[in-house]
């Protein structure tokens, strides 16, 4: 038989379920600090949810077949299809805005790559129902307050912004045809990757003038609001744009995340899909790709789902972000934890002795392990044990003594020792009905 | 487009979220008290993987169908054969015994039925690597505590146990053929379903004689050690296997579990999978399918992994434990919660102060939300903003006063209301540079 996974898929042995678990469960931490609710969907869903959203071309990339009954169904790439159906069902009945966020595996038969996965986990975080742009300032924050609870710093990662608005009206402003839009928004894309004769080259190519040809390649270098305006400040709809954005960084500022903005008009992200302002973050050394990225959708629920609210939100992987955890030392102290107590018998204790302390502990909350062999756990040394005790990572050691009292022991690094030597009377607790009293004391020792 | 999830396929909106996450918290937490450490692979397996284990004629109820590369593949029906595999591959590098857990979700073909569902979560908890009865023991009683957790009790549920060796001990000792087991096995499964003459039939066509049918028949009255010692005590392989179930049964007792335990020879179970003690859990009323089943598996992993070790789990679903928890009342305090603080800004209050504010509280883990609209909350009158965190449900609402204070009043039953009117000074807060000493007497205040 095979011992192998498919190609693009992972195993999470214990190690790396805790780097996953770590990672999944800061999103859900910090997302619930702003009030958001955790929804999720199917897996599986309608082919058609995706191709009437991205067209049939996705059907390549899907993991798609036709069930037991007929049905055409896909593996879910992404959650948004998903989520617009389940907000449009309810439409009516949510209450304003929606503040929802989930964290789906996602699925997609991309071709073999190095570190090209096909699933991943994703958080997604959506608003629906607020036009005004201080919902898309908290959303951006969660995006960062997310990486600083990660333990990255403003010298790890920053966003890159823009406002589709904007570009549109200095677009407009430097009188290129809306028909040229799409093959300017890509030569913008690529502007900091390919060389400038290139884009100048897409861009001519598109049948833009010299002066224009100029003047869009000059929009990487405009990277505040102050410089934007004082070259496209004559533009009314350029300079209301403007004024939005600088309401939106005064937000970020009261909300503690200011220094991570930077104002920049290359980023463009999906064509059909974004409608506001949209941001992806970077790791500050550039090696690996955009950690997160998102923004405002005003249309697409009506497009997908049939209800004209307008949303915005960002998605956020796993494993780029992984990658740049592992890269800047954040995930050191990331491991599988060993149990909080071994339970080492002294000779003469008897085996139900054992049982019903560990069963006191648990009760408590305390994990709690020992030999899980009734003869080794009468006749192995207790020096062994206290050796399994070790190897298994656990925190203490509760060695027993004679006269049913044990001692607490700490075996690794990180466990508090007690101030002084804990010696717990054990032969009054009952497993069927735990003594707080007889507990306290242990329970302090181990922090609890 | 069509505003539904797949037939037998579930939308998890906030309030049915916060039910799975009320039953999945609990495993985690309680497996984890035991000390188990939680791994996944993958939901896309090769389809081998699970025909290897139970035949092909298992590939008419997956989801199965052949990838862009050409690979047969199956959405996982159940979890064994990734474990077995995953242990399988690291068989030696493990340390022993495996303590591992997962909470897979689940995907059958099922022919629609009320309440049948195509896809579940279960609780996966396995142990590798030890024969001893003790570790039978932990394991159910795991199973046991989780339903304590979630709020049941002895008038609840009940553990049906029995044991493959004992079984085919007092089989054995019938002298009734092995070829004839499966039969016989067959009809103890269904004895307390079907009407004795149709058992009797049964047992009858397999070739047994009237005695050997009567004896059969009477397993399900024997319910103790003792009763069946009584009968077949005179059997040496027989009361070895009594001797054996009568330390499991003292070890429960030990754990503090021991009314759970109900020995029970209709408890059958996969023939070709079990080989010592099984179990399943119980609605104690008898209105629902098991909540729970397992057992010992010791010849499995050589079979599907290729390595011989011993080894017995159990499989928890959310479905039918939800549908008991909700039937027995134990759902009804379960809920999405709402944002533990709501911001209430005065007239005079400046939007980047509420926004600071909120940082602050935030940077404390502390869920905040506020008027997503900066110009309402300008002008949105503080009663109508009060109402706005009633109906969302918060636990509190901040309500700014004049001078950069702010009150703190209780918005739901409960919600601790602070023991005087708690009045906090806010001027001094940064969201850069959050101000522990101001932010301590809010945090009492909310229980933290």
Redesign the interface.
Known sequence: ???????G??????AE?AV??HITDTWR?VV????F??????????L??YT?KSGEEIV?QL?N?????G?A?A?RPEMTP?FA??V???AQAL?K?V??FAVP?L?R?ERQQKGRLR?HFQLNVD?VG?T????DA?LL?IAI?ICRALGLTRADFFARVSDRRLLNALLAHLQIDEAKWPAVYAVLDKLERQPREVSLDKLREAGLSDATCDAVLGFGALQTVDAIRAVYGASAEVSAHLDTFA?YA??L????VGEYLRLDLTIVRGLAYYTGIVFELFDAQGEFRAICGGGRYDRLLLG???VDLPALGFGMGDVVLGELLKARGKLEAVA????DVWLVPHEGTP??????V??CL??A?????YV??????RTRKSGAQLKDAQ??GARYALVFRESHTAELVPLIESALAPADRLLVDTSGW???APDAAALAPLLTALGR
């Open positions: 038989m095979s011992h192998k996974a498919l190609p898929f992972r195993d999470f042995y214990p379920y996953r678990a931490r619930r600090r702003f009030g609710m955790e929804y999720d969907g199917p897996p599986l869903e309608p058609e949810l009437q390549g993991y077949f036709e069930d037991k009954g049905r169904v593996l998903t159906r389940m449009a069902a309810r209450r805005p503040r929802w595996q699925f038969y699933e608003i607020e005004d742009v201080l919902a908290e924050s307050d309401e005064a937000h500022d009261a909300l503690g997908l789902g049939g599988a934890e060993g149990a085996v139900p002795h054992v049982l019903t560990a069963s648990r009760g909350d305390v994990s709690v392990e899980l062999n009734a003869e080794k756990l190897k298994a009952r497993a069927d």
